[in-house]
């Protein structure tokens, strides 16, 4: 059973420029959340997207959205990078049931702006 | 606001000894769970383990054993017979039961396993 797929793995780009990272998760589960790490805040919760719908969303800015397709699959975009967005973000697959077990990452896009 | 905290940002520990991470975290929530992940230097977080708040006994995976004690609201990981491939950063997180997923992260600890 594949494990959970982000990409692409590493990133480079310019302040003031618009980044799209996509994660797929495992198959059949049906929740997608985003998490932002850095090395001053930790991690954070960004967003949860459940069946299409976002279901949660943490206190980040609009520049910060997401999205998730009929296959579960889900996309993060952030628009104008700002040099603070370099960090390493993390999506979660879960089944997205009621009760929520376990909670399975992938490896993470390690975003830079420079 | 929902807080977990990790007192210890970094320990030590010889290769075959127990240690023990600790986890306490602030809830008003009647029902959550508790998840402890893994994450080495390449950055993927690592399932280890996870409790609910009303599961009666603590819970267990292989070396893993999660210390809970719910009236404290402390959730400590146990591993037991440490290897050197656990020297790595240990996230204790809180989630919401019937509320979807979203985990509350604390700050980490470091472990470093020594021969």
């Known amino acids: 059973k594949a494990g959970v797929t982000q990409t692409p793995r590493y990133l480079i780009k310019t302040r003031g420029q618009q980044v799209t990272l996509s994660c797929s998760p495992i198959?059949?589960?049906?929740?997608v959340s985003w998490y932002q790490q850095t090395p001053g805040q930790g991690l954070q919760f960004l967003f949860e997207?459940?069946?299409?719908?976002?279901?949660n969303k943490g206190n980040f800015p609009g520049r910060f959205s997401g999205r998730q397709f009929s296959n579960s699959r889900s996309e993060m975009n952030v628009s104008t990078l700002e040099l603070g967005d370099s960090a390493l973000y993390l999506c979660?697959?879960?089944?997205?049931?009621?009760?929520?077990?376990?909670?399975?990452f992938g490896q993470g896009t390690r975003l830079t702006v420079v | 606001a929902q807080k977990i905290t990790q007192t210890q940002p970094g320990m030590f520990v010889q290769e075959k000894e127990a240690v023990t991470l600790d986890c306490t975290y602030d809830t008003s929530d009647p029902s959550y769970g508790l998840f402890w992940y893994k994450q080495p230097s390449s950055g993927e977080m690592i399932f280890l383990i996870y409790?609910?708040?009303?599961?009666?006994q603590n819970a267990t995976e292989g070396r893993y054993s999660l210390n809970f004690q719910k009236a404290r609201k402390s959730a400590n990981l146990v591993i037991s017979a440490s290897q050197l491939g656990d020297s790595a950063m240990y996230f204790c997180?809180?989630?919401?039961?019937?509320?979807?997923?979203?985990?509350?992260f604390g700050t980490g600890t470091q472990l470093k396993v020594e021969l």
């Open positions: 997207y459940f069946s299409e719908t976002q279901r």
């Open positions: 409790q609910g708040s009303y599961d009666q």
């Open positions: 979660a697959s879960s089944l997205g049931g009621t009760s929520n077990t376990e909670a399975f």
């Open positions: 198959s059949g589960h049906r929740s």
């Open positions: 997180a809180k989630g919401l039961t019937g509320g979807g997923n979203k985990l509350t």
